[in-house]
């Protein structure tokens, strides 16, 4: 079981960078980079699934990547923004490169009055950004993963260069019956394989909420409660 250090106010991570890291098909002894990290949840838990992979995080507020460090010795975390990494990271190419971007445009909603809230949920480096050094970054095949609210995949779709390919969308429903209220994306870089859009993924047991408690199906609980992996 994997435990985590996290802030007693403002951000608090939650299942989607646990979900996101179940979807990272690394082996061992491959490279992998996080863009706005956080305290490492998506990256510590891909860790746990996958021994001997070599991970890497950059994230901008120091508070957060403190944490991140105090959460696993093992875990490179590099304080910076994402848009101006230090050279010797810029120079470095990665297997897999995973994403949760802050979700949503204040240009259509309201900031956060807590600033470490606001950092992690506002976006303030544009989605495409995110997309782009992603791509950067990637070695010859490797791919890049995201996690995002089902209005952005035409955004995140169209913030991808020329050069990545073989796309794959799995979008996140609460329940039967719902709209999907998530994606996640990969991209392969050179890849040219055709774009698969795969069947809604189900968070919870039953068309409503009845009781309180842990509903949800037996696949969402092996990841959240095992460390387990997620495929499609």
Request: net charge positive.
């Amino acid at each position: 079981m994997l435990h985590l250090w996290q802030p007693r106010k403002g951000y608090r991570a939650g299942v989607d960078p646990v979900l996101l890291a179940a979807t990272v098909p690394a082996q061992a002894g491959q490279r992998v980079l996080e863009l706005g990290c956080g305290v490492g949840a998506a990256s510590l838990c891909l860790g746990a699934r996958v021994p001997g992979l070599a991970l890497t995080g950059v994230e901008i507020q120091p508070t957060y990547a403190a944490l991140a460090r105090r959460n696993s010795q093992d875990f490179e975390v590099v304080d910076a923004d994402l848009a101006q990494m230090p050279l010797a990271l810029r120079q470095r190419q990665f297997d897999h490169v995973l994403a949760n971007p802050p979700y949503f445009d204040r240009d259509a909603s309201i900031a956060s009055k807590d600033s470490a809230r606001e950092a992690a949920l506002g976006e303030r480096t544009p989605l495409e950004k995110w997309v782009e050094i992603a791509a950067k970054r990637l070695a010859p095949k490797g791919q890049a993963h995201f996690i995002h609210r089902a209005e952005r995949l035409p955004d995140l779709i169209r913030a991808l260069p020329h050069d990545m390919g073989s796309i794959e969308v799995l979008p996140i429903a609460p329940r039967i019956g719902r709209m999907a209220e998530l994606i996640i994306l990969r991209a392969r870089k050179s890849g040219r394989g055709a774009f698969r859009l795969c069947a809604p993924l189900i968070m919870h047991e039953g068309a409503t909420h009845l009781v309180d408690g842990d509903s949800y199906v037996p696949q969402i609980r092996a990841v959240l409660r095992e460390g387990a992996a997620l495929t499609f």
